[in-house]
Antibody, heavy 124, light 107 residues
Framework: EVLLLESGGGLVQPGGSLRLSCAASGFTFSNYAMAWVRQAPGKGLEWVSSLSGSATTHYADYADSVKGRFTISRDKSDHTLYLQMNSLRVEDTAIYYCARCQVAAVTADWFDPWGQGTLVTVSP | SYVLTQPPSVSVAPGQTARITCGGD??????VHWYQQKPGQAPVLVVS???DRPSGIPERFSGSNSGNTATLTISRVEAGDEADYYC??????????FGIGTKVTVV
């Protein structure tokens, strides 16, 4: 069974940092691109970042709203996806979901499955 | 940036058919994917590539896409289908784009 389990969320002050983790199991991690998608309280889904699978040319991309502040990475050895979040803002408050893509490249694709999410709250 | 337009809400009686639209400029040229999200839960893929159903998704869920509108159709609606539904596409200029979501209420 394919499973994704996020951790690392919490309460942080504006300007602070957090690192989210997503532990993957049940599939060959390096063969798939991975993504972070967030959902602000009571709002819709917003793509945050994607990272290609280790089996293909390295490529990472970010939503304009987080570019320059967030960094996505992956560790092949422990099957974990990360999101380093710096210079956090109140508007970054959201549930952050980890999701698997269907191919190794960051391209036209869909997200399946999703993790259960981890809540990040940015507040003074 | 590419924009997807969904109605905020759709109401449907049990046993009837719900149709949720997703509008976008020439969306018929893109692949559209649909997610179901129940309260307090993570999204779940219900239709990929316009009309493909993942394993475990009931046949009551179907999709179509043409012109400027994609549609998710839920036949013989059940109380358990109450949820928010999001459409999603990939656009070369905007990357992954989601619609605002449609709340389906079974009345």
């Amino acid at each position: 069974e394919v499973l994704l389990l996020e951790s690392g969320g919490g309460l942080v002050q504006p300007g602070g940092s957090l690192r989210l983790s997503c532990a993957a199991s049940g599939f060959t991690f390096s063969n798939y691109a991975m993504a972070w998608v967030r959902q602000a309280p009571g709002k819709g889904l917003e793509w945050v970042s994607s990272l290609s699978g280790s089996a293909t040319t390295h490529y990472a991309d970010y939503a304009d709203s987080v570019k320059g502040r967030f960094t996505i990475s992956r560790d092949k050895s422990d099957h974990t996806l990360y999101l380093q979040m710096n210079s956090l803002r109140v508007e970054d408050t959201a549930i952050y979901y980890c999701a698997r893509c269907q191919v190794a490249a960051v391209t036209a694709d869909w997200f399946d499955p999703w993790g259960q999410g981890t809540l990040v709250t940015v507040s003074p | 940036s590419y924009v997807l337009t969904q109605p905020p809400s759709v109401s449907v009686a049990p046993g009837q058919t719900a149709r949720i639209t997703c509008g976008g400029d020439n969306i018929g040229m893109k692949s559209v994917h649909w997610y179901q999200q129940k309260p307090g839960q993570a999204p779940v893929l219900v239709v990929s590539d316009d009309s493909d159903r993942p394993s475990g998704i009931p046949e009551r869920f179907s999709g179509s896409n043409s012109g400027n509108t994609a549609t998710l159709t839920i036949s013989r609606v059940e109380a358990g289908d109450e949820a928010d539904y999001y459409c999603q596409v990939w656009d070369s200029g905007s990357n992954y784009v989601f619609g605002i979501g449609t709340k389906v209420t079974v009345v």
